[in-house]
Structures are given as C-alpha cells and as structure tokens.
C-alpha cells in the first residue's frame, strides 16, 4: 500500500488498481498510478453520509500544494531552522485534533458490537512500518492517559489495546549511492529488527512483508531490486533465496518472534522484476524455501490487491504450479474493495477449494477529511469520501475494524487475522494553512521528510523510480486514516482490537435515523425479494451505525421495466421493546428483458459475442451488476467491437443500450452502441464518453422498427488513447 490516488490505471492479466504515492487531493497531479485499489468512488444516490461528491480539492491540499512543491524545489532544505525539526505547530494543532464541533477527536468513545466466535489467536494486528522514521522526525506518542511514551513503550501501548501482532515492510536497498533514504520508513531488513524487537518484547509476534524491491511494490509496480537488475529468472531466484535466509536470520539472532513472512506484497502484476506467472511463481518458491528453512513453525502467505478479482483462478494457478505456502492474503478497503460479503465468500471459496488459511494483510479508514502535514491525503473532500455504510469518524474507523475481522472470522476456522495499515503514520508538525507560520512548518516537514524518510517518498528515490517518487515526492497522505490523532494522541478506534472480544457500549445511544441503502438493479421476471437487502443501515448518537432489520412493502406492482421505489420499515435494535421504527426507500431499477445471449457477461466468458480488436476480455473486476463485465485496456490504444445478431421473433420497435465506465481514453475518443437492422439497411447510434472510475454512462439508442424474421445486430465500438480502460455490462436489445 502506498498512498497517492489519482486515476485508475487498469494493467495486465487483469490486474486490479495499483498502489502509488501522494495523494488523491494534490492539486495539479497527474500520476497514472493509484493507490492500493482505486480512484475516487462514484457518488451513491442514496447515501446520507455527509460528504462532497464533486471533485473539488480540498482547501488543505489546494492551497499547500503549490508551496509544497515549491519547498521540494527549494534546495536549501538544510538550513539550520530546517534541521532541527521544532516548529510551533500548537495552533494548527488546536485546529486540527477537533471535529466540525469543536469536540477532540481523541475525547470520542466508540460503540463496539462483540464479534461472536472469535479464536483466541486470531490475528489483530497493525503495519507500524514508518514508525521508525517518525520517531526519528521528531513525533511522540501518547498513551490513553496524555503522557508521552517512548519506542518501546509505544509497541507495549499497541499490546494493551488488543494488538497481537505487528506487520512490518522490508525492501532490498532503499538507499540511493550516498546512503540517503528513499522515505516510505527506509524500511530495510535492520530497521525490521529494531521494531521486530520492540514488538516482540510487548508480547506480540511478528509479520514480516518482504517487497522484494528497493522501494514500494504494489500492483501497478514491481520493480527490480537494483542489485537484481539484468539477472536471468535462475539467477534471480538464488539471490532472491540467499536474501531472504540473509534477512531472516537477522531477525531469528534477535530473537524477533516471527510468525508470518509474506513473499511478496500486492503481486498481482508480478514480483522482484518478473511479471510471467511461471517465473514469479519460481520465486514464490525460492521465498517459501527460505522461510521454510530459517523460521520452520512461521506461515507462508501470498498476498493479492483486491478480493473483486477472481481470486479462485489465482488459487488455482498457486496450486498447479506447486507454491508452497500457507496464507492466502488480500487487502481489503472499503473505499475501493466491494462488500464485506463478497470478501467473506471470496475467502472461503480460496479456504474451502485449496485448503489455505485466508487473511486481510491491508484495511483502513479515515477518521477525518483535514489533512494534517500540508502534502494533501488519498481520502479528503471530494475524493473516495462518499461511501454510505460508514461515516468518516473515529466511529466509523472503529466500525471498519470491527466488521472487516467479522468478515474473516465468518469464513471459518481458515479465517485467521486482520491487519490495519499504517496506523501510525501521523504529521511530523502538524500543518494548516491558515497559521501565520504555515510556509515555516510546511518547509520544516519537507526537510524532515528528506532526512528521515517520513514522508512516502523523498527526492533521492528518483533515481530508483523518476516516474512517480521523482515527481511526487513528499509527506504521508495517510495521516488521516490514523488511529492516533494528528498530536500523538491514541483514538478509542485503536481499542477495538481489545473490544470485539467483549463489545463496548456507550450510554443513552439513540437510533437517529435509518439510512436508505444503495438502489438495486434486477432484470425484468427476477424475484426482486432476492436482490432486497435484510438489514439497512441506522445511524445513533455518537455517530455509531448499526444493522438494522427491514421488512419491505408489498413490490408485487412491478411488472414493467423502469425505475421504482419501495417503502421498508427498519426496526431499532436498541430498543427493548422492538417498538421503535423508521422509514427507508429503495430504487429499484428494472431492466428489461434481453434478447441477446449473455448481455451481462455473466457466464465469465464471451460466449454469444463476437469481439474483434485491441483490448477486451471478459473480467470480474469493477462490473456494474453480477461477478462478470467485459472489461478492457491496453498499454497501445484501444480499439475493438463486439457484436451480436439477433433474428426478431415479433415485429416490433427495437432498442440497444449498454452501461460503461471507464477512463483515459483522450479527447478522442469514440464510443458507440449501434443497433443495426441487416434486413432492412436501416441503423441508429448512441454516442457517450467515459469520465472516470464507476461513473457509469448508459447510452441508449432510439427505436429501430423491425418485422419478424428481420435479422438486427448491436454492435458496441471503442476506441480510444494509449492505457484507456474500463468496464461494459448489461448490453441490451429489447422491444420498447
């Protein structure tokens, strides 16, 4: 995980949305890369979080980015009044710990149901990777009583509050010839042990995550460590074997408790250089025979981006190649990741089919939209801030914790833990821009950053990767998602991990409101009963959001296609006597009946269309509806057609619609439904252009008349720049 997001870039062997630097509310940037998962989320109709839906920048980043880049530019970071790292941050402190209220976010109690069933050794765990180099910038932690804490006394802080495990990133060589950091934590194999120790030492034990690169490895990246560089797939597979045992015996002659070691990270798109799956596969299993070797009772886990992937074919892959592992690992943001029932299934199907322990090595939340260092953050205003299931709070991070471990615990006894990403990763001063030494602490943070590597990347990593560090350097964007407040402070979200072994109430919590749950989309003649969720969300004091149980109305009027809404009635479930309800509304929208074989991909295949070009395949990721869409991207333009016939059996006025998302296709682009009536010569075209991640478009053709026996065909064309890509479901020719 890395932390820029900007626009989706859609990869390879249908690779999910890559991870990268910066942030999502940078003004001005125009990276490709993404982080962890995806762009911002589209906008739900229904939701009633607070939140902005434009694309606007927030006011933090928009206006520091201009001075930050200038101080990134500036070369005389090392001035005296930089080197220090003290600057008098005690008033953007005091506007930054507070919510729109007033009220301190570290004050905030969270409401926190048990989890039912939870193995004593379950993993609740925490990747602290940056914490070294924040400690070294200068920032100091707090316990829950206010008082500052040391290193050590930081890991024994995470221990007490429910903490069993720490996740800790290593990279080959994250130093350029001089021996300057690249940032991201400059976490090498020495700095591992340090935390390893610290955490071991707390009683907790230990996950290592080998990158197997020099500096971040996610699925838009997976980049050569330079040493590696140039080697064959033979010569690559014994250095990385002799570093792996090289690493891990550091840590066994430190006696770092280590339980888990992944080969890999986000190795959707291939590992250490390689991007075949024969080759990376050989290097999974030069990993595994190292950790094998050196930590013989540690699990082995491979981890993967995003559980919307067809994560059974990659299962199945790992299994005929003969990978010897123990953990199938996947990260897991709301944001970006699709339902927690989906995760569940996913896992399970991975548990049950290939007898493999299943975890979540990545999730977070944001607790708020500020930004506190003045290098803006991936979720702000405007940008991956407008999910309705969780509100952004202390609250709601708490909620995200609580029910992504329910989600792997309902897997089973093979659902074995959850990790929190970066929990720690908080401003060196904090920054607002309205302070009077705004530019002062902004500059004193880039120097900072610089020196220690506390920020996600520094300038000296543009050697390594002049695409994305060498251009967007700078500070964490992930200091909103932390469990500690910008001042150090520890957020009550952080003591979930204790609460879900027991639960924690909070007095006279009222139910405020239910929430309308997302529209739902079924065809003409389905049961909707099927697609009509069980529980809504209901929204209490203290901004806690519980499932609440809803009975619907009668629905047995629809029997046309178009656009509905029903009535539920959502039952309290802090009431005691069941008494007290609320009402919801749902949109359903109805799709006709199709006439086309497989208009919805759903077979997982193209099975009935004919395609013919550059850049489609049938794929399970980011679909409208159902587990399949046919998707495309190309590293060269894309250009292709996919086409049906259909002969009509009734005279009648026909239409062809489609739904697509999808995004950097240029000004260029062309994209068209076009229904096409052979019989008679006669056609009719709907034009759309696509604008972005899961902003769907639905184009819709006028009616074409055609006489029984008239042979009509849809024909759908793309086209579009270099690494354009998106998404296209429910194609449809219907009888208007």
């Known amino acids: 995980m890395v932390n820029k997001l900007t626009k989706k870039l859609a990869l390879t062997l249908a690779v999910t949305l890559a991870a990268a630097p910066l942030s999502a509310c940078q003004s001005g940037n125009t990276s490709d890369s993404v982080e962890g998962a995806s762009d911002v989320v589209a906008s739900e109709a229904s939701n009633e979080v607070s939140a902005e839906t434009s694309n606007e920048v927030s006011a933090e980043a928009s206006d520091s980015s201009a001075s930050d880049t200038d101080s990134q530019k500036d070369t005389d970071m090392t001035e005296d009044s930089?080197?220090?790292?003290?600057?008098?941050?005690?008033?953007?402190?005091?506007?930054?710990?507070?919510?729109?209220?007033?009220?301190?976010?570290?004050?905030?109690?969270?409401?926190?149901?048990?989890?039912?069933?939870?193995?004593?050794?379950?993993?609740?765990?925490?990747?602290?990777?940056?914490?070294?180099?924040?400690?070294?910038?200068?920032?100091?932690?707090?316990?829950?009583?206010?008082?500052?804490?040391?290193?050590?006394?930081?890991?024994?802080?995470?221990?007490?509050?429910?903490?069993?495990?720490?996740?800790?990133?290593?990279?080959?060589?994250?130093?350029?010839?001089?021996?300057?950091?690249?940032?991201?934590?400059?976490?090498?194999?020495?700095?591992?042990?340090?935390?390893?120790?610290?955490?071991?030492?707390?009683?907790?034990?230990?996950?290592?995550d080998f990158h197997y690169s020099d500096f971040w490895a996610d699925p838009n990246k997976q980049m050569s460590p330079k040493a590696w560089e140039g080697m064959s797939i033979s010569d690559r597979e014994e250095a990385l074997y002799e570093y792996t045992v090289d690493s891990l015996e550091k840590l066994?002659?430190?006696?770092?408790?280590?339980?888990?070691?992944?080969?890999?990270?986000?190795?959707?798109?291939?590992?250490?250089?390689?991007?075949?799956?024969?080759?990376?596969?050989?290097?999974?299993?030069?990993?595994?025979?190292?950790?094998?070797?050196?930590?013989?009772?540690?699990?082995?886990?491979?981890?993967?981006?995003?559980?919307?992937?067809?994560?059974?074919?990659?299962?199945?892959?790992?299994?005929?190649?003969?990978?010897?592992?123990?953990?199938?690992?996947?990260?897991y943001y709301p944001y970006w990741h699709g339902s927690l029932e989906n995760l569940t299934n996913t896992l399970k199907n991975v548990a049950e089919s290939y007898n493999k322990k299943v975890m979540v090595a990545e999730t977070s939340w944001a607790y708020t939209l500020d930004d506190g260092d003045g290098s803006g953050?991936?979720?702000c205003k405007g940008s991956n801030d407008d999910d309705s299931e969780y509100s952004i709070s202390v609250q709601g991070q708490s909620e995200v914790i609580r029910n992504v471990i329910k989600a792997v615990s309902d897997v089973g006894e093979e659902g074995i833990g959850v990790f929190y990403w970066e929990p720690a990763w908080i401003p060196v001063n904090v920054y607002a821009d309205t302070t009077d030494n705004a530019a002062d602490t902004l500059k004193t943070n880039s120097a900072l950053w610089e020196q220690y590597g506390s920020?996600?990347?520094?300038?000296?990593?543009?050697?390594?990767?002049?695409?994305?560090?060498?251009?967007?350097?700078?500070?964490?964007?992930?200091?909103?998602?932390?469990?500690?407040?910008?001042?150090?402070?520890?957020?009550?979200?952080?003591?979930?991990?204790?609460?879900?072994?027991?639960?924690?109430?909070?007095?006279?919590?009222?139910?405020?409101?239910?929430?309308?749950?997302?529209?739902?989309t079924v065809s003409l003649g389905e049961d909707i009963g099927e697609y009509l969720p069980e529980t809504v969300k209901g929204q209490y004091t203290g901004g806690a959001r519980l499932d609440l149980p809803v009975v619907w109305d009668d629905y047995s009027r629809i029997t046309e296609f178009g656009e509905y809404k029903i009535f539920g009635t959502a039952t309290d479930v802090m009431s005691t006597d069941g008494e007290n309800t609320a009402r919801v509304i749902i949109v359903i929208n109805v799709l006709p009946d199709s006439l086309l074989t497989n208009s919805d991909f759903e077979t997982g295949d193209e099975t009935g269309w004919l395609l013919e070009g550059n850049g489609p395949w049938v794929d399970s990721e980011d679909v409208y509806r159902g587990e399949y869409g046919l998707h495309f991207w190309s590293s060269g333009k894309v250009e292709f057609t996919a086409t049906q016939t259909y002969t009509a059996q009734e005279a009648g006025s026909y239409i062809a619609s489609m739904m697509i998302q999808g995004g950097d296709a240029g000004d260029d682009q062309e994209i068209t439904i076009t229904l096409t009536n052979n019989t008679k010569g006669t056609s009719v075209t709907a034009e759309t252009t696509i604008t972005g991640w899961l902003e769907w478009t639905n184009p819709v053709t006028q009616a074409l008349e055609a006489d029984e026996g008239d042979e009509l065909t849809v024909t759908i064309y793309v086209k579009g720049a270099e690494g354009a890509w998106g998404t296209i479901d429910d194609a449809y020719l219907y009888i208007e």
């Open 377 to 379: 953050n991936t979720v």
């Open 82 to 208: 930089s080197k220090e790292g003290t600057v008098d941050d005690s008033q953007a402190v005091e506007l930054k710990t507070v919510d729109k209220d007033g009220n301190y976010f570290k004050d905030k109690e969270v409401y926190v149901q048990k989890v039912e069933g939870l193995s004593d050794d379950f993993m609740k765990g925490v990747d602290i990777s940056s914490f070294l180099s924040e400690s070294e910038s200068g920032v100091v932690f707090k316990d829950f009583e206010g008082n500052d804490i040391d290193d050590q006394g930081f890991f024994d802080l995470l221990s007490e509050s429910g903490v069993n495990y720490v996740r800790i990133r290593v990279w080959n060589d994250p130093y350029d010839e001089e021996g300057n950091g690249y940032g991201g934590g400059n976490c090498d194999i020495d700095r591992a042990v340090t935390m390893g120790e610290y955490a071991t030492n707390a009683g907790m034990k230990v996950y290592i």
């Open 252 to 331: 066994k002659d430190a006696g770092v408790d280590v339980g888990l070691v992944a080969v890999g990270n986000e190795t959707d798109s291939g590992m250490a250089g390689v991007t075949s799956q024969s080759e990376k596969c050989t290097l999974y299993s030069a990993g595994s025979k190292a950790v094998r070797e050196v930590f013989p009772e540690a699990l082995i886990a491979v981890h993967y981006s995003n559980p919307q992937r067809d994560y059974m074919e990659i299962a199945k892959m790992l299994d005929d190649m003969d990978v010897d592992y123990d953990v199938f690992a996947t990260s």
């Open 455 to 520: 920020g996600w990347a520094s300038s000296y990593a543009s050697v390594y990767d002049p695409d994305d560090a060498g251009q967007y350097y700078g500070g964490s964007s992930w200091d909103n998602q932390a469990l500690f407040d910008f001042a150090g402070y520890p957020l009550s979200s952080l003591k979930t991990f204790a609460y879900v072994d027991t639960g924690n109430d909070i007095e006279n919590m009222e139910l405020e409101k239910a929430i309308n749950p997302e529209e739902i």
